[in-house]
């Protein structure tokens, strides 16, 4: 369910860059209604990523399939005195008629890799660049930096709980979906719980033991609601608020259900060993931790290392703003025209022409290249890209979730282990391209070269 | 307006916490609806910030105006099997009715100051955290990387440009409005232009030159529908570009009326300098140059500081999503409960109690220091926060935006210079507590240690 209809792109035809319009009228006055290729790749990966997990296409579908100018668009379009009558009744009529070809979610893509390619029109295949890549570029991102932190968490559950701290509503929904996909265990976003049905989870701040005379009084009120719940125990000091769960145990015998104690600051290893012995001498083996506070895979890391017994992870601001990569240098450029490969030769900006496919290589189940060929090349490998959307209209149903996140698990299990370290892999994952790729851009850039 | 309906939070309340809830639910089964004061504020600068602008609080006042839970909301919170009938049929009649204190949009302010103060009973003020936060949170983090940018362009229009890497929809909407806020000159994304009814910019693209069999084709096409447009002229050789413009000025004549060049790569210092002698020397002096292509306001800095000749900068992944300083420890406290100051002891994080008021003293125009005092308190100074909704309602109508960025720009420009720097201030802004705030600080820590 997509239930926040402008976040998924429904009535979202405005979210474009001015330029995308200009040029749209340009193309229009010219007659130029020929087909493209555009493809959306990045460049490099920041120095902390070995691998970039793609998501996001399926907010690009519901967007493309919805795409229309409504009227008050069109009459603010008007308003800014820069649009022909001719090209704002074109836009009136506008739809998206094209095709469009993805890595399914989930998958590590590389540089180069194309994620998504869009053959339509070109005016239609322009227009649309803002939102496909303000949507692919941020859930990548941010499945990503989610992929680590499960990954350093070794099994325990991370828990996303950035919300507050995510640039914007739409970002924190996102967060929790590509989060999500990437291996988190749940949300505490409440709406991103209903939107995509993972689960959330939550029980209780700072400020609800504050309101309360005695952290005691807190706790036992909260437990008396929410038998089976977490106890926040560092409001005041920690340990003394593991004494305080012990003694609610004691009180309550039988009737005591508290699944975790949460510690929230100070030395968390050590806290985490002391409460743990605390516990476990009162007889309470069954009650895990949970450590949250400024969390991120190298702190967690750093954790386990130090044997600190913690049971799970809420992560918030580093994993849901990826602070150490915030962005990638993602770009949607136009690689065909009028069934001629296009590139430009901007200084460090290198694009490969036309449509193509990506074939992933396997050895004994571990991924060894990708080889990204032309479109139609048969090569040894997996392909990766597939037709997601034809003459625009999406192609099969959207896949639940669990199901995306099964197959981003065995796709990122199948990475050579060196990837998938926190450092800086000892060497990059090859990727290849295919002779005839190859033969495509050199000739086009020998004949672009001859005539600038 | 507020175009983008979800984006204002209207229908947003599931856009929450699981946790809000959980507390709601039990202060509500222990009958604890008295007042509470809850206070946003942040700990620390991060290195790179010598002030934070205080932006976002326009779209809280919406939020919390418009908050109702829909029987869908509820249906999906039963659905969760964690809350009572009782609390379900509350949150169905559930309004904020509460009031909310702030200092104005685009005001610097520094560590511990209270951005936001909210006074209300305590379910209320606790439910609406995250809103309030991620609002208030990725606005005045955009807002305050972009016032860098602004002051490094010195004088110079800087153009935002971010939207398909900005972190989701309303990310990109939030910055485009927080830029405008900070003295960005125009935004390229098109429905913040129409929501926030700021100016948009933008011309063309690399691939409206590639899809043309040659550049020159392409520049004469796109004046011929834009004669006063901005040509990009790095698509395969800047210079070369340049000269295709002074071919088209020629052949053009007096019809020739272009704005201005774009140069996106290469060494932008270099190409601008060479672009304006070319430009010069064919009579084309009112032909302006603009720079984008990974900009920041260090590049910026160092551009102007080589000479280049460049007149505006397009700006956008570096400042839309903030990537040297993308997050700050923003918090949002219970300061006060049942008309006693409130605090906690977690290592590190400190919190003043009770509802405050933040008086900036200046001399001879210039801010010398700030005192938090509490509310009520009368000291020296200009007070900061106001009252901007009581019972629910808000106080007075939305300020139009460009008079929220003149108030921003003259707040700015009477701030101690060195904080203006781009480099860290020698030394912090002065931030004291009022002599009733201290006592009142230390006599609730003294109790609170005693009991603990």
Known sequence: MRCA?????????????????????????????????????????????????????????????????????????????????????????????????????GTPVFPQTPIIEVVAPVIEAQLIETWVMNQVHVQSVLASKAARVVEAAAGRPVLEFGARRIHGADGALKAARAGYIAGVAATSNVLAGRCYAIPVAGTMAHSYIQAHESEQQALRAFVREFPSTVLLVDTYDTLRGIDRVIELAKSLGADFNVQAVRIDSGDLAELAMAARRRLDDAGLQQVQIIASGGLDEQRITALLAQGAPIDGFGVGTAMGASVDAPTLDMAYKLVEYAGRGRLKLSTGKQTLPGQKQVFRQYTAGVAQQDVIGRWGERLPGMPLLQPVMLQGRRVGEEKPLPEVRSYAREMIESLPPTLRRLTQAPSTYPVALSDRLQGDQQAIMAKLRASH
Do not use: H
Request: net charge negative; with cysteine; proline share 4%.
């Open 5 to 105: 209809p402008f976040l998924s792109g429904r009535n979202a035809a405005l979210f474009t860059d001015l330029y995308e319009l200009k040029m749209a009228q340009a193309f229009l006055a010219e007659g130029m209604r020929e087909s493209a290729c555009f493809s959306l790749f990045f460049r490099r990966l920041p120095a902390c990523r070995n691998y970039i997990l793609a998501c996001g296409v399926e907010d690009v579908l519901p967007y493309l399939e919805s795409l229309r100018f409504s009227d008050e668009d069109i009459q603010y379009l008007a308003s800014l005195g820069q649009f022909s009558d001719t090209f704002l009744a074109y836009l009136a009529d506008f739809r998206f008629t094209g095709d469009v070809y993805a890595v399914p979610e």
